[in-house]
């Protein structure tokens, strides 16, 4: 026997032991470790610097400048230049995407990734409101126990008896408790709803069934119902205290509508801008090529005049001078224009147009070449008015309205009037239990009063005072951003006439321009000029040409800047913005 007790004794304490071990290996995983690979792969990433050798990554073996240089003396004045990155001259042409500004807006509008993010936040944003909504929702409740006890017989008190009885009276005498055997199970239904108004009403079922197996059997059957109800008199009471959650949300669900809307029209005016400025590279690499070409005319012309000795030779050096300058310029104008192409691809994400793809886009609209004038102060008024910014800030200074109500409700102290309502009765059965309680023999009610009052209060005050001092700072923000938008607007409207001005200087410059080259050329053919004037006049003329093609494209990134000034976009009759959701 006392074996037995000593084995049953030392595996209880083995099962501890291991229980504790077990424990304290677990304390790692309470402490948040990462997985262990996971970790030595992040430490060593963050602990070590790599080097790079490019010779390695490139896909053949690097060349000298020396071993480079005779394919541009090669080069041949009608051989094409614009190729695929790292490709050959002599490769296929890509294929091309011809696009005007209509299309790049709804294909950005439509796969733009930054956007596509950004018009998921509205319905983050309504998920909020249905969060805050279902803080009304009524919830049942339900539960069951059952308990069994086996008591066992326990001394009682001592007690003197008084008594007619001569033989008993003054007679004192222990009692002993009997064993006793019970079992005990409740049932419970109930409905709670919370109510707008800021009360908690409940409802509740209660089924008991009492068993007493020892010494004699007994049982017995309760039913009982009740109704409670908490209503706050001061803080926390009344419809706008407690939906002031639900107006709050609403009120950031449209916050976040005005700026992904903002969103959107800054996407689709980069992607605009974007798109200029791919017809600027490509009327760049266009000005860059005609110059390359009439460098290598001019040098044909002078190796014709030198061979019948009616110029210099030095001139054959000072025209291949020319087109060694015209060459470097050729090839920037071409690295501008892949930059730009990369730029617009990114903005657009076309499917299977990737970054790297040798597609390329084509510009098909022209820019609009019309002289606007506007009345400055109203268009900024326009500009208040319709900037999402704007909107976005007067739907933040109503949440802060709402706030400081709220905030001061809370500063109020707390009254609660209770009241309860119940009937019961107790049967031998569920049934006849539940039914007699409804005879409403036997009801109890409660009717309570009770209060909380903070001694100081200077918690939910200070939320008040920094709820006001928010909107008073919001107040002051609104200020600052109206006159910033009036300047936007006035300063946008300046360098919109500016450049058209621009365009006017630049077109009459292009004109002269090449009047004078060619002036210079026929007074070389006729042995009064030099080719360095020659060479000389034609880099006026495209640098001319280049001023206007710069000019063009910043007027029109200035009427979009104006769009986007007074909170709108430039209007297409191919495309109409807002006809397309911003969410979903």
């Known amino acids: 026997m006392n074996h037995t007790i000593l084995t049953i004794r030392h595996a209880i304490l083995s099962s501890i032991g291991v229980a504790i071990m077990g424990l304290m290996g677990a304390c790692s995983a309470w402490e948040g470790g990462l997985d262990p690979a996971q970790e030595r792969s992040i430490s060593r990433r963050l602990r070590d610097i790599q080097s790079t050798n490019l010779a390695t990554l490139a896909t053949k073996a690097p060349s000298t400048i020396d071993e480079k240089i005779d394919m541009f003396r090669q080069r041949q004045p009608n051989e094409p230049v614009r190729t695929q990155a790292g490709g050959r001259p002599d490769a296929p042409s890509p294929a091309k995407i011809r696009m005007n500004v209509s299309d790049a807006r709804l294909t950005a509008l439509e796969n733009n990734l930054k956007l596509r993010a950004a018009t998921i936040d509205p319905q983050i944003a309504k998920t909020a409101i249905t969060e805050e909504r279902a803080k009304f929702d009524a919830l049942i409740t339900a539960g069951v126990d059952l308990s069994r006890k086996d008591l066992p017989a326990l001394d009682g008190d001592l007690v003197t008896f008084t008594s007619f009885d001569k033989e008993l009276d003054k007679k004192s005498a222990k009692l002993t408790r009997v064993e006793q055997t019970k079992e005990n199970l409740d049932l419970n239904v109930g409905l709670d ?331 070389f053919e006729e042995g009064l000029r030099t080719m360095r004037e020659v060479l000389e006049a034609l880099t006026s003329l495209g640098d001319a040409q280049l001023k206007e093609i710069k000019a063009v494209v910043a007027y029109q990134e200035a009427q979009i800047d104006l769009a986007f000034a007074t909170g709108t976009l430039l209007g297409y009759a191919d495309v109409d913005v807002e006809s397309i959701p911003l969410s979903r």
């Open 193 to 523: 709803l919370p109510l707008p108004t800021g009360a908690k009403v409940k409802l509740r079922s209660i089924w008991n069934e009492q068993n007493l197996y020892q010494p004699q059997f007994f049982d017995q059957f309760v039913s009982a119902s009740k109704f409670s109800i908490s209503q706050p008199l001061l803080r926390d009471a009344g419809v706008r205290t407690n939906t002031a959650s639900i107006r709050l949300a609403r009120l950031n669900d449209k916050a976040i509508e005005a700026k992904t809307k903002l969103t959107a029209i800054r996407i689709l005016a980069k992607a605009e801008k974007a798109y200029w400025k791919v017809y600027a590279a490509s009327r760049e690499f266009d000005v860059r090529r005609q110059q390359y070409d009439l460098a290598f005319d001019n040098l044909e012309l002078v190796r014709h005049r030198v061979k019948e000795g009616l110029t210099a030779e030095i001139e054959i050096i000072r025209s291949e001078v020319g087109i060694a300058n015209r060459l470097e310029s050729l090839i920037v104008a071409e690295t501008s224009w892949r930059l730009a192409q990369r730029e617009l691809k990114l903005l657009l994400n076309m499917e299977n147009v990737d970054l790297n793809s040798p597609t390329t886009i084509e510009v098909a609209s022209e820019p609009t070449l019309l002289h606007y004038e506007f009345e400055r102060d109203a268009l900024a008024a326009k500009a208040l008015e319709q900037r999402m910014e704007m909107l976005e800030l007067e739907l933040k200074l109503a949440a802060d309205a709402v706030k400081i109500d709220f905030a001061r409700n809370q500063t109020l102290p707390l009254f609660m009037l209770d009241f309860e309502y119940g009937v019961l009765d107790r049967k031998d059965s569920f049934g006849s239990a539940f039914r007699g309680a409804w005879d409403f023999d036997n009801v109890e009610y409660k009717l309570g009063l009770r209060g909380e009052i903070p001694v100081t209060n200077e918690k939910r005050k200070s939320k008040l005072r920094r709820a006001i001092l928010t909107r008073n700072q919001r107040l002051a923000t609104r200020e600052l951003r109206e006159m910033t938008i009036r300047q936007e607007v006035f300063d946008t409207l300046d360098i919109l006439e500016q450049n058209w001005q621009r365009i006017l200087a630049a077109r009459q410059n292009v004109i002269v321009s090449g009047m004078n080259y060619e002036i210079e050329l026929k007074q």
